[in-house]
């Protein structure tokens, strides 16, 4: 766009670079179907990394079969193992409890509220039903980001590089309801995805919005993909005032957790 022309006027922004980011917060482990990663496993590579906090987002158990208290076991059981190694590796990263929560073809989430209030927060993402027209896509995402216990919105567009487009939705009703709601959006690093797109990514910047930079780690050698979700936001203008994975734990927690 206009970069170049700045830049020769010394009037760029101070981008976000990976050593900024303190903590990766969509994170999957074996509890999820279609990831092997091991929880003390995930947690030794995030301290490594020196992130101060990270979120076990697994995906979310299916209501229709295990039920309203078979999900409420599985949320339990879950809590005791963060809150074990929580423990286990107390002074050295925080770990906390989330799930990525599916946003159904009616926009409703495929779990009720009184079980995402359990959680310290909660994912939303579009999984199904992705050849919606664009009014139907577009309230779909918008019921997600007005209920109370929906923290950001995951990989927005659900493009994959090479092998499906992105899906067809009004983004600028979509950003516009994300600062009406106080909400976030991701941008996911894995290299298929970078997902929310640096041209959207700039404009939902330029309206307001901050972003959450994640690896949505299913596999042990995805959490090296945070960097491309840096060049993403990088690309898109952001500085690392605009990335919530920038903040300490401690304002992480007065920012997001509290509210």
């Known amino acids: 766009t206009n970069e170049v022309d700045l830049a020769s006027k010394s009037k760029l922004p101070n981008l976000v670079e990976l050593n900024d980011i303190k903590a990766d917060l969509h994170i999957h482990t074996n509890d999820s179907p279609d990831s092997d990663n091991d929880l003390d496993e995930v947690i030794e590579k995030c301290i490594s990394f020196g992130y101060e906090h990270i979120s076990i987002t697994d995906h979310v158990a299916s209501i229709q079969t295990h039920g309203h208290d078979g999900i409420k ?25 989330g799930y990525e929560v599916n946003i159904l073809s009616d926009g409703k989430l495929s779990w009720p509220n009184d079980l995402l209030e359990q959680l310290d927060y909660a994912i939303g993402g579009v999984h199904s039903a992705l050849n919606q027209d664009k009014e139907t896509m577009t309230n779909r995402i918008i019921s997600a980001i007005e209920n109370p216990y929906i923290t950001f919105i995951a990989h927005p567009t659900n ?12 983004w600028d009703k979509i950003f516009k309801a994300i600062i009406e709601n106080n909400k976030f959006l991701e941008i996911n690093a894995h290299p298929v995805r970078l997902d929310l797109t640096y041209d959207l990514v700039k404009i939902a910047l330029d309206m307001g919005i901050k972003f959450f930079i994640n690896t949505d780690s299913h596999q042990m050698d995805h959490f090296d993909y945070m960097k491309y979700g840096i060049d993403t936001a990088r690309m898109g203008w952001c ?10 734990f401690e304002e992480f927690d007065k920012m997001i957790l509290r509210k």
């Open 239 to 248: 500085t690392k005032n605009d990335i919530i994975n920038c903040l300490s």
């Open 73 to 97: 076991k599985i949320i339990n059981q879950k809590r005791q193992k963060i809150n074990k190694a929580n423990q286990k590796y107390k002074g050295k990263i925080k770990i906390l409890l």
């Open 159 to 170: 493009r994959l590089i090479k092998e499906r487009p992105s899906v067809n939705a009004d």
